[in-house]
């Protein structure tokens, strides 16, 4: 997973980015610097997990616009170390697993003007939630780490075997805690771990960055109707050689059409920003023939419900690139680490090492 390329506020007032100014709906794709490039979690203990979730769309933060130098420019900022709040969480849990309304009558009263409204009405549906009271669910209230593993069990226990665990004794954890049964399951399974050797810390708030990675931990554990390799392979080798193919008839157009179809996330913006950026406009142009028997790695993958990360092979290519310094001729491997997310019942692609290393060869910027 990438590291991210602003590190701090003085190099992001250098960066000319092509970005600046535009809005998702008018390029039909999400600024990618904006939307994906963070500037509070380098070094965070939670880095790559954050990373993951922000590049899959299942987290958002917040944007900011700012100013330095006379420059304004907008920042993205996870708040990883805030304290989340009850419909934050189940906002989450939404987006993860895509859960849908089914039209059960929702009892809470004060949601109706909260931003969170329908993921927690559609949570309450789908019983991952139940309110404070027989009316109330109370959004804003930060939630606690055993609210928390209430919830997950309750939204992943078609998918999650946690009778498979092995949970840990914890001092603070005594056998009457309303959520010992829940904190236990997904102890067992390391979604939840201890603060210490001794202490679960049940009732302590949570982070924001806690509740990001224990979504993860829990998406990491599904194992129904996993992907067959033909499913993913599909996606995959589609997705490389027909973009291949139209990159190399400098049919736009058509690799934008394949993009909706294969790639979402950070991979569609950042593929999408490539193609209105650099080669639309003919700064470059590239031609790419196959060399190897193209193919992924099936049998290694990490492979669950809705995430998969897996190794594409033999991706060399024999390359022609032109640009305002001429024409020449290069070897190119594009194999590498590719991470995708079920969405809308559809497998499609959020990142690779291709994309980002591309990514960083035309957007990145040196301090």
Do not use: C
Not at 108 to 117: L, P, R, V
Not at 213 to 237: F, H
Request: no cysteine; hydrophobic share 35%.
């Amino acid at each position: 997973m990438k590291k991210k390329l602003a590190s701090s506020f003085l190099a992001l007032s250098l960066l000319a980015t092509p970005f600046a100014g535009q809005s998702a709906s008018a390029a039909g794709y999400k600024d990618p610097f904006t939307y994906y490039e963070p500037v509070d979690i380098e070094g965070h203990w939670a880095e790559n997990d954050l990373w993951d979730m922000l590049y899959a769309d299942i987290v958002r933060g917040t944007i900011e616009t700012v100013e330095e130098d006379g420059i304004e420019f907008d920042l993205l900022f996870l708040n990883p170390d805030d304290k989340i709040t009850r419909g934050e969480f189940v906002s989450f849990i939404v987006r993860a697993l895509e859960l849908k309304a089914n039209g059960k009558t929702v009892p809470f009263t004060d949601i109706s003007k909260h931003w969170g409204k329908t993921h927690i009405q559609i949570a309450y549906q789908n019983g991952v939630v139940s309110g404070t009271s027989a009316t109330t669910f109370e959004p804003n209230k930060k939630i606690t780490r055993a609210e928390m593993a209430s919830m997950l069990v309750r939204a992943f226990n078609k998918t999650v075997e946690f009778e498979n665990g092995t949970p840990k004794d914890y001092k603070d954890l005594p056998k009457n805690h309303w959520a010992y049964n829940h904190l236990r399951m997904v102890n067992g399974l390391g979604i939840m771990k201890g603060v210490s050797a001794d202490k679960l810390a049940p009732n302590n708030q949570a982070t924001r960055a806690e509740s990001i990675v224990m979504i993860l931990r829990s998406m990491k554990e599904e194992t129904a109707n996993l992907p067959t390799k033909a499913m993913l392979e599909t996606v995959i080798l589609d997705n490389e050689t027909k973009g291949t193919e139209y990159m190399n008839n400098q049919d736009y157009d058509a690799l934008k059409d394949l993009l909706d179809v294969r790639q979402m996330g950070f991979g569609h913006s950042a593929s999408n920003a490539f193609i209105e950026y650099i080669l639309e406009p003919e700064e470059v142009t590239y031609h790419g023939t196959l060399k190897g028997e193209i193919g992924i790695d099936y049998d290694n993958a990490q492979i669950n419900t809705r995430l998969v990360k897996i190794e594409l092979e033999n991706a060399v290519y024999d390359m022609v690139r032109t640009d305002e310094d001429g024409t020449r001729n290069y070897e190119k491997d594009a194999s590498g680490t590719i991470y995708l997310r079920l969405e809308n019942n559809r497998w499609k692609m959020y990142t690779s090492d291709e994309v980002e290393r591309n990514y960083e060869e035309w957007f990145g910027y040196e301090e």
